[in-house]
């Protein structure tokens, strides 16, 4: 992974793990184990889905820039979906508190989607590729002097 991939991937997940300790210590607080367990759960889900998301945006905008945009809204739709089986399929479990999953993915999620958008906000993202006008020389039209 580029320094630059691995420094805007660090600026989101850091505001992510911290919202899911602040999680997992209120669910604790309110809930008990199995509260803070739930928490820690929906957490990690959401780190790992959106990180995974993450990555995969990175690489189709490398390898198939064409497809970026369309990747992008798919990526995201998928995600969402994806989380709302998991909601889903863990509301009636009795492995850890559900209520706590639930807010703590979502909690995770909105704090994870916020980061994106700062760090993307702060990144100096060249509009124009550098090395493109190296390799092209501009040919010369019309009479010469």
């Known amino acids: 992974m580029p320094s630059k991939d691995a420094r805007n991937l660090l600026q989101i997940a850091v505001p992510t793990a911290a919202a899911g300790v602040i999680a997992v210590a209120v669910s604790a607080a309110v809930a008990g184990g199995k509260g803070a367990l739930g928490a820690a759960v929906g957490t990690v889900l959401a780190i790992l889905f959106m990180g995974i998301g993450l990555y995969v945006l990175q690489w189709t905008a490398k390898t198939l820039p064409q497809l970026f945009q369309m990747m992008g809204l798919l990526l995201y739709v998928a995600q969402l979906l994806l989380l709302l089986i998991f909601v889903a399929v863990f509301k009636d479990t009795s492995l850890f508190n559900p209520k706590t999953f639930a807010v703590s993915l979502v909690v995770s999620t909105v704090v994870w989607m916020a980061a994106q958008a700062r760090a993307h906000i702060k990144a100096k993202i060249f509009y124009v ?17």
């Open 129 to 145: 590729d550098p090395d493109s006008e190296k390799s092209e020389k501009p040919q010369k039209t019309g009479p010469s002097s």
